[in-house]
């Protein structure tokens, strides 16, 4: 080991340190995208030929240029239908649907003055529960996209409208395939992506698109009568809630990921009586310390909490000073473990969780905190009865 390895940086890069170098570069929604292939598909039709590029406004009003291959029109007369295709660009952001080719195709409905009938082609998600805004058995198009897709046929289409009107259809060749990077299915949303987008701009490591359907979720399970809802932090702590209430139908259970608040404030909204928390020691730290959010980037594990923690279950001094002085929450439930603590360790946390969550998010609910083991097996449950 060299002399630079051994000495220690003097600008050390930490978990939740913004200086980590990350990709900044914005990218464009699958509504953004989606409403410039229908823009371009309508000129064409109008035109006779589909342009290479199109000016799409977005729903936060700004004009943007976007590229538009594979464009063309089949058929004649009535029967002519205009094609245009719209690679999305993520920008810089780990989006499931970059590099989708967000495709529109539009014919004229004679006779239908003024109408913009909107379908759902192969790749777009089709509706089956209530909870979404959406008509059940439509496609997945939200209502903000839809309206922005329609304001840019109309706009393409001028004159035309006074007497016929336009059918658009939305596909997305392999959307049944990206569909299963999401949480559609769990949503009800089955065979496709969803067209999403507020403002039709992704940025990078956005967490709008994620808490927004962590919201949903949770609307999809007051909307079919549940009354218990269970937040885990990701797929392992999912599936080990899954395992502890065997009871409960799938659309109960949210992967909040990191986002408590919005978690929490759902359930609230929605008078849900029943909360229940799937855990590892790092997320449920964060927890304890009462943040909205838990991601690294936002704040790190509370260090001195932990050490507190381990005291009240009786660690030794030496290793409570390690606990305060270490990078992460594994250190201490690993060293507390070869002390035989594991259980009243993590019992003493999630006891300070409740106490936290339920200050930071006061309601009428019943609050159960179960908590895994990195490898997702149990280590313990604790009710808010025996915390407060």
């Known amino acids: 080991m060299s002399e630079a390895d051994r000495a220690e940086p003097a600008a050390k890069v930490r978990k939740g340190d913004g200086r980590r170098a990350r990709g900044n570069r914005t990218g464009f929604t699958t509504g953004a995208c989606s409403a ?7 000129l064409g039709l109008l035109a006779g030929e589909v342009p290479a590029t199109v000016v799409c406004r977005l729903p936060n009003g700004q004009e943007v240029s976007f590229a538009v291959s594979d464009g063309n029109l089949a058929g004649e007369g009535e029967s002519r239908v205009a094609h245009a295709v719209v690679v999305k660009d993520a920008g810089d952001d780990p989006d499931a649907t970059d590099g989708a080719h967000l495709t529109a195709d539009v014919r004229v409905l004679p006779g239908r003055a003024g109408t913009i009938e909107l379908k759902g082609g192969f790749g777009i998600g089709v509706v089956t529960k209530d909870g979404l805004g959406l008509a059940i058995g439509g496609p997945a198009i939200n209502p903000v996209p839809r309206r922005n897709i329609r304001d840019n046929v ?12 336009l059918e658009v259809t939305l596909s997305v060749p392999g959307g049944d395939a990206m569909a299963k ?6 949503l009800g949303i089955l065979g496709g992506i969803s067209i999403l987008g507020t403002t039709g701009i992704v940025r990078p490591y956005s967490t709008a698109a994620f808490r927004a359907s962590v919201v949903q979720a949770v609307d999809v399970a007051a909307t079919q009568g549940q009354t218990s809802v269970v937040f885990t932090t990701g797929g392992r702590t999912e599936k080990f809630a899954m395992g502890q209430l065997p009871e409960l139908d799938e659309s109960c259970f949210v992967q909040m990921g990191d986002f408590v608040k919005a978690a929490f ?17 790092g997320k449920l730290t964060k927890m304890c310390q009462g ?4 991601h690294a ?7 001195d909490l932990l050490a507190d923690a381990a005291r009240e279950v009786g660690a030794p001094a030496d290793l409570i000073a390690a606990i305060r002085g270490a990078e992460t929450a594994r250190f201490a439930a690993e060293r507390l473990a070869g002390l035989g603590l594991t259980v009243p360790f993590h019992r003493a946390l999630a006891g300070k969780a409740i106490r936290s969550l339920k200050a930071c998010h006061p309601g009428p609910y019943h609050l159960t905190v ?3 083991d990195f490898e997702g097996r149990f280590i313990c449950r604790l ?3 025996e915390a407060l």
């Not at 410039?36 to 309508?42: E, I, K, L, Q, S």
């Not at 909204?269 to 590892?280: H, Q, S």
């Open 291 to 294: 943040l909205a959010v838990t």
């Open 297 to 303: 980037w936002k704040a790190e594990v509370d260090r």
């Open 383 to 385: 009710e808010e009865d």
């Open 370 to 372: 179960l908590v895994c």
């Open 265 to 281: 404030q759902s359930a609230v909204k929605r008078r849900l009586p029943r909360v229940y928390v799937g855990a590892m020691v």
């Open 154 to 165: 109309v706009a393409a289409a001028g004159e035309l409208l006074d007497h016929d009107g």
């Open 36 to 42: 410039a292939a229908a823009r371009a598909a309508t």
């Open 181 to 186: 990077k999401t949480l559609n299915a769990r």
